[in-house]
């Protein structure tokens, strides 16, 4: 529609941390599309305070009060965060002021059956609001796509032939012509890879990665790549007048 505004903001911000712990400050970049429950965990590393005992107020650039971020449900970017916003973690479990003399503190060890029946836990806390491995659905979405994936590129690199001539195509990079090498899966990474003699010195090797040999060629002349990025046909063996004075 004629007139119109749209409004593009960034999905990472850059905040401020303060906490009731210290007097330093510091800064952090996080995705607006995490929930506060998400962000409070992340905090308990930075922080140190139980991610169950922490209350959040958000100031903005020039330090004045916001608001609360008390829904841990909601999307940080649903609040009026913006770059340079200070977010301020009250710790309300009392334990990081028994602790400012490190030498003071006995070493304590529990177990693992232990530690899971704690209600005041990071785990207790991910658990309670499905972050990250306990979010049961969203680790099977991910299995699935994987395992999508994996049989995308098995596909792709069961339609390369050995010693075709190819061209090859990843974003970000000029185009390359060579001869296809070695397709397989490999030490050094999982999944599916295509091992290209380049025509030009564009490679990164000689066909040898981390002490293991796939192929052989010229040192700079070789290089591996995802099956997606390879497309196989007749193309010509440029002739770069190497041989000529």
Known sequence: MDGEVV???????KVRLTTSISQFEIQRKFSKGISIAELKVKLEMVVGAPASCMDLELFSASDKFLQ????NDALLGSYSVDDDCRIHVTDRSGQMAELTDVSKVDRFEMSDDAYDKRTDSARSFMKKHRIGQYNEEE???KKAGLA????EQKAASDAIPVGSRCKVQVPGQPTKLGTVMYVGTTDFKPGYWVGVKYDEPLGKHN???EGKQYFECEN???GFVKPLSVTVGDFAEEDYGLDEM
């Open 7 to 13: 409004v593009v903001t960034n999905p990472i911000v």
């Open 68 to 71: 609360k971020l008390d829904d």
């Open 139 to 141: 680790l099977a979405k």
């Open 148 to 151: 999508a994936r994996m049989e």
């Open 207 to 209: 066909g040898t990665v």
């Open 220 to 222: 700079k002349y070789g």
